[in-house]
């Protein structure tokens, strides 16, 4: 099982072009997340997703979107990239309940200039 | 209003020595998990330990286990034994039954030897 992957590893943008970082879990999970962490921050949600077909805003939602495209991939889409997004990005999933931990991808390293 | 609190930007402990993370945490839900992360200089989040709100014991898993005082809402993490390998950030996180999940801003751990 390759747990959680997520693509590009990292990637350097100019201000105002997009991109999507993609997420995938092969563990059946119907709970997907995507958070950012600054450096020496916490992890803060942007947003996330109960189920197929279902996505919720978080903390942090304004300047991305999301698509849960089927039960195993997640995207996180930036339209019109500007340097506050300069983050580490992590993908998440879990069980549907309070009581399972997440799962965590990789991260990816994303410079706005 | 902060969700989970982590007062101890920075903690020293000398090896072989227990050390206590601190982590508040803020809910209305009945039903609610509280997790311990382990994030080392490389960047992976590596889940440590659950607490359940309905669980009458602490959690233990090996040298770490989880003070949980349900009614002071805290949940801190406790590590025996420190190791040189414990140097790391780590958070507190938590999810409610809406789904959504929180993370504190995070404690960073050094160990000396």
């Known amino acids: 099982n390759a747990g959680v992957t997520q693509t590009p590893k990292f990637q350097v943008l100019k201000t105002g072009q997009s991109m999507t970082l993609q997420c995938a879990q092969d563990m059946n999970h119907n709970s997907m997340y995507w958070y950012r962490q600054d450096p020496g921050m916490g992890l803060r949600l942007i947003y996330y997703?109960?189920?197929?077909?279902?996505?919720d805003k978080g903390e942090v939602p304004n300047g991305y979107n999301v698509s849960r495209l089927n039960k195993r991939e997640f995207s996180l889409r930036l339209e019109s990239a500007a340097p506050s997004q300069t983050s580490v990005y992590f993908c998440?999933?879990?069980?549907?309940?309070?009581?399972?931990?997440?799962?965590f991808g990789p991260g990816t390293r994303l410079t706005v200039t | 209003a902060q969700k989970i609190t982590q007062t101890q930007p920075g903690m020293f402990v000398q090896e072989k020595e227990a050390v206590t993370l601190d982590c508040t945490y803020d809910?209305?839900?009945?039903?609610?998990?509280l997790f311990w992360y382990k994030q080392p200089s490389s960047g992976e989040m590596i889940f440590l330990i659950y607490?359940?709100?309905?669980?009458?014991q602490n959690a233990t898993e090996g040298r770490y286990s989880l003070n949980f005082q349900k009614a002071r809402k805290s949940a801190n993490l406790v590590i025996s034994a420190s190791q040189l390998g414990d140097s790391a950030m780590y958070f507190c996180?938590?999810?409610?039954?809406?789904?959504?999940?929180?993370f504190g801003d995070g404690t960073t751990l050094t160990v000396k030897p």
């Open positions: 809910t209305s839900d009945p039903s609610y998990g």
């Open positions: 607490q359940g709100s309905y669980d009458q």
């Open positions: 997703s109960a189920s197929e077909g279902t996505t």
């Open positions: 996180a938590m999810r409610e039954e809406a789904g959504k999940s929180t």
């Open positions: 998440a999933s879990s069980e549907d309940n309070p009581g399972h931990e997440q799962y």
